[in-house]
């Protein structure tokens, strides 16, 4: 008789923050150039990201609605 081998693997969803994960990522992103710099062909995509980044976080701004902002506060 042959026996099975049964892996079990549970998961557990948890929600974490936005803001969180955004941080986190960008830790990675600047470990990750920082690790590949001395190599010759690596760290332009890291380094492509993080301004990516930062260029978009610093434009939001210029599309953001004032009226839209002001309603999402309103609990009324």
Do not use: C, K
Not at 13 to 19: E, S
Not at 33 to 41: R, S, Y
Request: charged share 10%; aromatic share 12%; net charge positive.
């Amino acid at each position: 008789m042959r026996s099975r081998l049964v892996i079990l693997t549970f998961v557990r969803i948890t929600l974490i923050p936005a803001a969180l994960l955004i941080v986190v990522w960008f830790l990675i992103q600047l470990l990750n150039a920082g690790a590949v710099a001395n190599v010759q062909t690596g760290g332009v995509a890291y380094l492509a990201h993080i301004g990516g980044f930062v260029f978009g976080a610093e434009t939001a701004r210029l599309f953001e609605d004032p009226r839209r902002i002001a309603w999402a506060g309103w609990s009324g």
